[in-house]
């Protein structure tokens, strides 16, 4: 049984790991980064979430403020950068798109991970190597591959391949000279928390991990753990999925390039995170069953009056009505708004998600005309096809100065006609 099970010999599992992506997707179109310190950092430029391998030597530490390392970084050169998100995305698919062709399977982890099923290939090690150079060869991006008979194997395989000159890593079950050096804190599933427990009874790394009884296991962490460990023995828990999950609630949010004090600001941005909203509603083929809007204040601005507030509203139908949700989303924002505060923050969460094949429709329906749905779905197109600034809700607003501070962002080279390299 575990590892040398016969059942079990056959499974090839890939996770393909974009390295540092948000600086990867910046190098694609300025080649001149390449081998030089790069950040980029988060949501009004507040934090460092990427950093180039010549940016994590100079000591930046990941999430670090960049009022704290602002010295640090103009001192040794470091380019900094605001967060392009509309470029990551887009990166993101066409690397996706990639390794798609390589895979029966695939499934998409987060940004810029995917997990790939790799099962039946004779020589899976050279086939990373290959589908490796051809995400390089057609995107720019860099990523490294690890292998093994599960996703958890898959994972540590892949923080082992980021050291290897290949970019590509294969683990198994019974490497216990590997599995020795892997701390139990780099295990995927197994938190600051649980490390903690797990040292204090002698269990500091994968491989005295995965040889402990299931009983102290699960005693620790339950079955979620004792799944983990299987995991690393050999023995698949985690399926691959090729259709992501119907998420049950979506948020929109942003904080505020600056402090915001009038409605009519709060208005704009509750409309934009409502249209936002809706709009990923639209996209996976669900419908929303109610809304909740919330607002607050800067906590941490201690010389501050503090203030903060939601309110939530049940739909009679379930909807994806993109203006329905705005003007319900600005009546529960009226009604928490109080005059006299410095806000932070907005955001609109939809409630209760289900697909819209199982929609059932009031008898009397108030909602759900066939002109109204045709206007929605123009609407759409043309934002689909022309840009959301070619077609967008007054309520909207224009000029939008509570925006999210982004001074340092890169052209949207990729999603934007206007930013579009032009070669002469």
Not at 272 to 292: D, F, I
Not at 300 to 322: G, K, W
Not at 391 to 404: E, T
Request: aromatic share 8%; net charge positive.
């Amino acid at each position: 049984m575990g590892c040398r099970d016969q059942r079990y010999s056959f499974l090839v599992i890939a996770l393909a790991d974009c390295n540092n992506f948000y600086v990867s997707c910046e190098r694609v179109f300025r080649p001149a980064l390449r081998n030089r310190p790069v950040i980029v950092l988060s949501n009004n430029d507040g934090c460092a979430v990427a950093r180039s391998n010549e940016a994590k030597a100079l000591g930046i530490p990941m999430g670090a403020p960049y009022h704290q390392i602002k010295k640090l970084c103009e001192w040794n050169g470091v380019t900094v950068f605001s967060s392009n998100y509309e470029l990551y995305g887009d990166m993101s698919r066409r690397v996706t798109s990639v390794l798609a062709r390589f895979a029966p399977e695939l499934e998409i982890y987060s940004i810029d991970e995917s997990f790939l099923n790799l099962s039946g290939v004779n020589t899976p090690l050279l086939l990373s190597q290959r589908i490796r150079k051809t995400v390089v060869r057609w995107t720019g991006i860099p990523i490294s591959i690890g292998l093994g008979k599960t996703k958890t194997l898959a994972k540590l395989a892949n923080r082992l391949a980021k050291k290897k000159k290949t970019g590509c890593f294969e683990i198994r079950a019974e490497q216990d000279d590997i599995l020795k050096q892997i701390p139990v804190g780099d295990i995927w599933g197994v938190g600051h928390r649980l490390s903690i427990r797990l040292q204090r009874v002698g269990l500091n790394n994968a491989l005295r991990f995965a040889q402990a009884p299931s009983s102290v296991i699960r005693s620790i962490g339950g079955v979620t753990l004792e799944r983990t460990q299987r995991e690393i023995t050999g023995i698949p828990c985690l399926e691959m999925e090729q259709v992501p999950q119907s998420r049950k609630n979506t948020c929109s949010s942003r904080s505020f390039g600056r402090p915001v004090e009038t409605l009519a600001e709060l208005e704009e941005a509750v409309a934009n995170y409502a249209v936002k909203a809706t709009r990923k509603v639209r996209s996976e083929g669900s419908l929303t069953s109610g809304l909740q809007v919330f607002i607050n204040t800067n906590r941490f601005r201690e010389d501050q009056e503090q203030y903060a507030n939601s309110r939530t509203l049940a739909f009679d139908e379930p909807t994806d009505d993109i203006i329905r949700v705005v003007q319900n989303a600005k009546v529960l924002l009226r009604s928490i708004y109080r005059k006299g505060y410095a806000y932070k923050k907005t955001g609109v969460i939809l409630l209760d998600l289900i697909p819209k094949r199982s929609q059932q429709t009031l008898l009397f329906e108030e909602h759900g005309s066939p002109r109204r749905r045709e206007f929605i779905d123009a609407f759409e197109e043309v934002s689909a096809r022309y840009g959301q600034s070619c077609a967008f809700l007054g309520a909207q607003g224009v000029k939008q100065k509570w925006s999210m501070r982004r001074e340092m962002r890169t052209p949207r080279y990729t999603t934007c006609w206007d930013d579009l390299v032009k070669v002469f």
